[in-house]
């Protein structure tokens, strides 16, 4: 997901790696944890694999700051990585998902639909899945399932929301 986010951010523009670092905390801290200890190594493994290149600004007191920039081949992966649908965990899966829809401008207007509906589907079956589990005298044990079921269906109400968004509309 780290790969997924830093490739997306540089879509905008060339950052350093302090400023990549807070605009992922800024836009997704509620879906993926960041830390400068993961960070510089994804950074460095990026570079080597072509995915961003490193140009020197150099600042007023002669010190050098790297700015990462997304070459044509991350871009490509970038795309590869918004529209795989991985097998993962529930919560990875959800938070996966927002960090793409986060990037959805960068999108054709069949992508997001596309990712949309099938993160619809898996909300969906998680719901019915869930229904099925629930079998539970425990008061605490049923609060927190109502608590869950709850979060899928409001899920599952905005992305049907988001299907019939106007931005998602072909313009002609």
């Not at 670092?21 to 950074?43: D, H, R, T, W």
């Not at 793409?100 to 509906?117: D, G, N, W």
């Not at 869950?148 to 269906?153: D, F, K, L, T």
Request: aromatic share 12%.
């Amino acid at each position: 997901m780290l790969e997924l986010a830093t490739l997306g951010l540089l879509q905008k523009e060339a950052l350093h790696g302090y400023r990549l670092k807070k605009q992922m905390e800024l836009f997704m801290s509620g879906c993926i944890s960041v830390n400068y200890g993961a960070i510089y190594p994804l950074l460095r493994r990026l570079e080597e694999r072509g995915l961003i290149e490193v140009l020197i600004e150099k600042e007023e007191r002669n010190i050098n700051r790297k700015i990462y920039s997304i070459t044509k081949e991350g871009k490509v992966r970038w795309k590869e990585k918004m529209l795989e649908h991985p097998h993962e965990s529930w919560v990875n899966a959800r938070s996966r998902f927002m960090i793409k829809y986060f990037f959805f401008s960068y999108l054709e207007i069949q992508e997001r639909l596309t990712l949309l509906e099938h993160r619809l589907m898996t909300c969906r079956l998680q719901l019915e899945n869930k229904e099925l589990e629930i079998a539970s005298d425990d008061p605490y044990q049923l609060e927190a399932w109502r608590r869950y079921r709850g979060e899928i269906v409001m899920e599952i109400e905005w992305l049907n929301k988001q299907i019939i968004n106007p931005y998602f509309i072909e313009k002609t």
